[in-house]
Structures are given as structure tokens and as C-alpha cells.
């Protein structure tokens, strides 16, 4: 049973994965960022509070701003600051059409197909049991 999930899960993905249209999601060109490196805080102990590993990201033409503190790591909050701002820039630019967007399209069309499926079975029931109780 386990396998069969996985094998569902997997070919639901990959259904969901050719649907998206990744073709109008912006590139960032590095001459349009500015970076800035902060000092973090909280949790991590000597290495969050001494060293500068928060990353400040601005996409300079559109001005808008990404800070990341996620990870202990400068690289890693690098990494992570750059696909924040793509996905900021994607919902900018492409609104509705947006990767995020069309995930959450797919999703709630599947969760309509699933509930209408729930609620037929539901009356399929009930009108089972009226039958058998009637008689």
C-alpha cells in the first residue's frame, strides 16, 4: 500500500509539474541587485550574534527588498535571498500567472475534485440506508 502512494504521489506531481508555465519567471542580473550583509540575532549562539549572516536583498529597478535569516550559513541565506526575491518578482510581474498562483490553481481543483467525490459517496449512503430502513 505504502508503494501504491508513493507511485500516486508521484504521478499527481509530475501532472501538476508539465502543467506550469515557468517561461515568464524574471532573471535576476546580478548589476541590479544590492546586497548588504547584516548581523543576525536570536537563537544559533556566537555564530548568529558575531558574524554578519543575515542577508539584505534589493532589486534595485523595482525596489523591492528580501532579508533572510534562515540559516546559520551566509551562503545558504544568499541561496535562499535570491529565490525569495524570484518568487517576490514573479507575484509582481506575472500576478495571476505566477508560478505560486498556478500552484494554488492546481491544488484547489483538486481539492473541488476530492470533495465532490466525498459528497456523492456521502448520498450514495444515505440513500443506501433510507432503503434499508424503509423496508
Not at 22 to 33: I, M, Y
Not at 53 to 73: A, D
Amino acid at each position: 500500500m505504502n508503494q501504491n502512494f508513493r507511485s500516486f504521489f508521484t504521478s499527481t506531481f509530475l501532472k501538476s509539474k508539465h502543467l506550469i508555465d515557468r517561461s515568464k519567471v524574471p532573471k535576476l542580473v546580478e548589476n541590479e541587485l544590492e546586497e548588504q550583509f547584516i548581523k543576525g540575532s536570536g537563537p544559533g549562539g556566537s555564530n548568529v550574534n558575531t558574524n554578519s549572516n543575515c542577508v539584505l536583498l534589493k532589486h534595485i529597478p523595482t525596489g523591492t527588498v528580501v532579508k533572510c535569516h534562515e540559516s546559520r550559513l551566509l551562503e545558504m541565506n544568499r541561496k535562499i535571498a535570491r529565490e525569495l526575491l524570484i518568487k517576490k518578482l514573479d507575484n509582481l510581474f506575472n500576478g495571476e500567472m505566477s508560478i505560486e498562483n498556478q500552484l494554488k490553481a492546481i491544488n484547489e481543483k483538486k481539492n473541488y475534485k476530492e470533495d465532490n467525490k466525498k459528497k456523492r459517496l456521502r448520498l450514495v449512503k444515505e440513500k443506501w440506508k433510507e432503503s434499508r430502513t424503509i423496508k
